[in-house]
Nanobody, 120 residues
Framework: AQLVESGGGLAQLGGSLKLSCAAS????????ISWARQAPGKGLEWVSA????????RYADSVKGRFTISRDNAKNTVYLQMNSLKLDDTGLYYC??????????????WGQGTQVTVSS
């Protein structure tokens, strides 16, 4: 199983980025997929999740109203549209299988991460 994130980079405060997560090696359409992030010196933080049907979504309070998760099961890809970026959104963003980050990186499939840096 493999998850590969892309789309990270440097963004201005208040700007936008769109992350992608391409999956292979497992039945993607059967899985809840989450985005999680890790800020420098901090632990893993769950950000958002999307259910296999693509309609049911969940968001952390810290990103609700600013981030939008979506998926394309035909392309085995999940997206995270990030708007109104804040300095606190800086971190390494991971996609993973499952609804949360309980168990850390030993639970579920994880990508290698893509760096998002928000600057003023």
């Amino acid at each position: 199983a493999q998850l590969v994130e892309s789309g990270g980079g440097l963004a201005q405060l208040g700007g936008s980025l769109k992350l992608s997560c391409a999956a292979s090696g497992f039945t993607f359409s059967n899985y809840v997929i989450s985005w999680a992030r890790q800020a420098p010196g901090k632990g893993l933080e769950w950000v958002s999740a999307i259910f296999p049907n693509g309609r049911d979504t969940r968001y952390a309070d810290s990103v609700k109203g600013r981030f939008t998760i979506s998926r394309d099961n035909a392309k085995n890809t999940v997206y995270l549209q990030m708007n109104s970026l804040k300095l606190d959104d800086t971190g390494l963003y991971y996609c993973k299988t499952g609804l949360n980050v309980v168990g850390g990186k030993s639970a579920g499939y994880w990508g290698q991460g893509t760096q998002v840096t928000v600057s003023s």
